[in-house]
């Protein structure tokens, strides 16, 4: 079970191995999930009416939106900033997943609360995705940045990204979209860790070991808790997608209109005033797709490394007595 567990019969995590298994489990997640990651996006960015039967943006549909990026920009294009993405989800994994054991632990021993139990997973979660969130939003907001970008591109590279932003548009830039996202990332990644820890108490009690391990109850428990935390947190989302590429429009003009916001309170109005209340949940269909995908694999792959961690030290403990006894 993901969190500190005083009855597993295994030691505590180290932050190490927290962090390690956080950011692989980061790593391999987002190379699985980024084409979902940039058409939602997109999605996000149109001001235009999301819409089949009433075609009037650029992107119209899942479907439309994937034949569209592919036939203009090639399959690459569903990887477009990917080396900030990356970057991004191993330092959040790592970061958020080590505060997590960490906070968890400090309520077990510090609290009468038990570390097990989903009301305390929403609170530790949220803590702990808030302080990945500082530490990691410059490199979400180039991820945005590549992802919404078309051809030809603007910034060439990561160090031309940071360069150019940073000398047009000043440090404070690569923080855009911060009050949005911190008013969202708590209860959304509390609620992940909150319907997970449900779910898997449901679905796959704990073994006497300890060992949940990476496996399918993992990746199912994980989507469901993703699909649920991301549509009740969905439009703050969208806010900061869309204060992220502020000063950014030269880029976006073949896409369709762009709007300029002065800040949270501005970009909600203006939305629900051209847009309706649907466009605070444009992209939400690709968005649920990916995390679906994004979560389930998360938790699945961190328990995965755990698992092979913990076993790789069980391993050497059973082996070094029986070295200790052969050099007697």
């Given at each position: 079970m993901v969190g500190y567990d005083p009855r597993s019969q295994t030691a505590a995590l180290t932050p190490e191995e927290a962090a390690l298994a956080g950011s692989a489990a980061g790593m391999v997640t987002r190379a699985l999930i980024s084409p979902f990651d940039v058409v939602k996006i997109r999605f996000q960015l149109q001001i235009e009416r999301v819409s089949a039967q009433r075609p009037e943006g650029k992107y119209r549909g899942i479907v439309q939106a994937f034949r569209c990026i592919h036939s203009e920009e090639g399959l690459t294009a569903f990887w477009k900033g990917h080396i900030p993405a990356q970057l991004l989800s191993i330092c959040f994994g790592a970061v958020q997943f080590t505060t997590f054991e960490f906070l968890t632990e400090m309520v077990h021993k510090s609290t009468p609360y038990d570390s097990q139990t989903a009301g305390v997973h929403f609170v530790c979660g949220g803590l702990a995705a808030c302080s990945a969130t500082m530490v990691c939003q410059p490199l979400d907001t180039l991820r945005?940045?590549?992802?919404?970008?078309?051809?030809?591109?603007?910034?060439?590279?990561?160090?031309?990204?940071v360069s150019?932003?940073?000398c047009s548009e000043g440090v404070l830039t690569f923080y855009r979209g911060l009050s949005p996202t911190l008013v969202a990332v708590f209860p959304y990644a509390g609620l992940q860790f909150f319907f997970y820890n449900v779910f898997k108490k449901l679905l796959a009690p704990e073994p006497k070991s300890g060992n949940s391990g990476g496996n399918l109850r993992s990746l199912v428990c994980g989507s469901g808790a993703g699909m649920i935390s991301k549509t009740i947190t969905y439009p703050f989302d969208l806010f900061k997608k869309r204060l992220q590429v502020g000063g950014f429009g030269a880029a976006r003009v073949h896409f369709g209109q762009v709007r300029n916001y002065?800040?949270?309170?501005?970009?909600?109005?203006?939305?629900?005033?051209?847009?309706?209340?649907?466009?605070?949940?444009?992209?939400?269909?690709?968005?649920?797709?990916?995390?679906?995908?994004?979560?389930?694999?998360?938790?699945?792959?961190?328990?995965f490394f755990l698992n092979a961690m913990r076993n790789l030290k069980q391993r050497r403990k059973t082996k070094d007595p029986i070295e200790n006894q052969e050099e007697r």
């Open positions: 945005t940045r590549f992802a919404a970008q078309g051809e030809p591109k603007v910034y060439r590279n990561l160090r031309h990204a150019s932003m940073y002065k800040g949270l309170v501005d970009c909600m109005v203006q939305i629900a005033e051209e847009e309706g209340v649907r466009g605070f949940f444009k992209g939400l269909s690709p968005s649920l797709v990916k995390a679906a995908l994004s979560t389930g694999f998360t938790f699945f792959w961190y328990e």
